[in-house]
């Protein structure tokens, strides 16, 4: 992997689209990220940080429109659990999203090979994959820390491309692929480009 990232992608049009409102609600949404959110967290160090997001996302995650939906499709998925059962498994998702926020701002210290932080299983397939000079497709949910396993599979596939979707702000997603670049997971491809 180099020390310069790969050309900053957005998909076509987004930004077009933004009115000076939206624009300087970007702006606005940015320094809240770095004073409010990112600076905080990284004072706090991975534990702490990882513990505080998730205990806060426990708390305001059931407030939310999504948490409704979320209790929906637990039902739906999974007709015979109790109330208790699908109120559970609602806030350890909650806790799940709020731990991989808290532990953002570390991610280069949880490198999935050398921090001991992070048991990678199935190694000798990412190697065979690379070896053989064949192209792989990998599909997956967002698991617990989500970030984690793309730069599992980048960095012993360092030609990899993660497909993923934009987020709304460019100041924002600009530090996010930052962020992924130096954590070592390979060229972003964002949806829609």
Same mark, same amino acid.
């Given at each position: ?6 050309? #900053? &992608?957005? !998909? ?23 004073? %409010? #959110? ?22 305001? *995650? ?8 979320? %209790?929906? /499709? ?23 999203? *709020? ?18 932080? &992070?048991? %990678?299983? =199935?190694?000798?397939?990412?190697? +065979?994959? @690379?070896?053989?000079?064949?192209? +792989? &497709? ?6 617990? @820390?989500?970030?984690?396993? !793309? ?6 596939? !360092?030609? +990899?491309?993660?497909? #993923?979707?934009?987020? @709304? @702000? ?6 996010? /692929? ?5 954590? =070592?997971?390979?060229? !972003? ?5």
């Amino acid at each position: 992997m180099t020390d310069t990232p790969p050309a #900053y &992608v957005r !998909p076509k049009d987004i930004d077009n689209r933004a009115s000076l409102g939206q624009r300087i609600l970007w702006r606005l949404e940015t320094i809240a990220w770095d004073v %409010v #959110y990112w600076w905080p967290m990284k004072l706090l160090g991975p534990d702490r940080a990882s513990d505080f997001g998730g205990w806060l996302m426990k708390r305001i *995650g059931p407030r939310l429109s999504q948490h409704k939906t979320t %209790v929906r /499709n637990l039902k739906l998925a999974f007709p015979d659990w109790s109330e208790a059962e699908i109120n559970r498994t609602a806030l350890a998702a909650w806790e799940s999203a *709020g731990r991989t926020a808290g532990e953002l701002p570390h991610l280069p210290a949880i490198d999935p090979y050398t921090s001991g932080r &992070v048991e %990678v299983v =199935g190694v000798e397939r990412l190697d +065979a994959i @690379n070896a053989s000079g064949k192209g +792989a &497709v990998f599909i997956s949910g967002h698991f617990a @820390n989500w970030e984690i396993m !793309p730069a599992a599979i980048c960095k012993r596939i !360092p030609h +990899a491309v993660m497909t #993923y979707r934009a987020l @709304n @702000n460019p100041h924002i997603d600009r530090r996010i /692929n930052r962020l992924r670049h130096d954590y =070592g997971t390979g060229t !972003p491809a964002p949806k829609g480009i």
